[in-house]
């Protein structure tokens, strides 16, 4: 069945400590993207990629790093420089003129 | 800066009613625009994509566009108790596929 797969559901960062999450996806899509979604907020944008090796900033970049070596897989880290990482982290990807589909989503709590 | 807008609501219907959801735009580039559904603690799900003027109907659902006054509307129609979402709108931001968003309206069926 093709879709997107974000691992792992939950994740708990410690002090310090820099996590990824995974994005992986098999609906041979070009571009992918990577939100956070605070409670009762909208999605923003940390960091999207339109093409293999290629990727650009988003609204809120700062604190996290990602990088695109393979058209399935797009990984998300958050450093520890990101003071406040508590959030739901949304993946999508999209191909040609098609609408973004979404990841079931990970949600990242510090400990 | 490019926005679109919604009203956070809660809008409150009986069961079997018509909810009425609202979206404005602010950036005439735009010429795709899509709602998503967005249960708690879920990641959002694609219900229209509208391109042209006027409206296209997917069973319950109507999406309404009309790009002279920058509205998109979703009409759903017999409204049931799993209808109870949070409805996100969003608009591309011209040609790099990146998607604008709303913060979303909660929607409410009371049985």
């Known amino acids: 069945d093709g879709g997107i797969t974000q691992s792992p559901k939950y994740l708990f960062r410690k002090e310090g400590q820099n996590v990824t999450l995974s994005c992986e996806q098999n609906?041979?899509?070009?571009?992918m993207y990577w939100y956070r979604q605070d409670p009762g907020q909208g999605l923003r944008l940390i960091y999207y990629?339109?093409?293999?090796?290629?990727?650009q900033k988003g609204d809120i970049a700062e604190g996290y790093s990602v990088s695109r070596e393979k058209k399935e897989s797009f990984p998300l880290t958050v450093t520890s420089a990101q003071k406040n990482p508590t959030a739901f982290y949304l993946c999508?990807?999209?191909?040609?003129?098609?609408?973004?589909?979404f990841g079931d989503g990970t949600r990242l709590s510090i400990l | 800066q490019k926005e679109v807008e919604q009203n956070s609501g809660p809008l409150s219907v009986p069961e079997g009613a018509i909810a009425s959801l609202n979206c404005t735009y602010s950036?005439?580039?735009?010429?795709?625009f899509f709602w998503y559904r967005q249960y708690s603690g879920k990641s959002p799900e694609l219900i229209m994509s509208?391109?042209s003027n006027g409206d296209k109907e997917d069973g319950r659902f109507t999406a309404q566009l009309n790009k002279a006054s920058q509205y998109v509307s979703l009409l759903i129609r017999d409204s049931q108790p799993s209808d109870s979402a949070t409805y996100l709108c969003?608009?591309?931001?011209?040609?790099?596929?990146?998607?604008?968003w709303g913060l979303g309206t909660s929607l409410a069926v009371n049985p």
């Open positions: 950036d005439r580039v735009s010429q795709s």
């Open positions: 969003a608009a591309n931001a011209g040609n790099n596929r990146k998607l604008i």
């Open positions: 509208i391109y």
């Open positions: 999508a990807s999209t191909g040609g003129n098609q609408p973004q589909h």
């Open positions: 990629s339109q093409i293999v090796n290629d990727f």
């Open positions: 609906l041979n899509h070009d571009a």
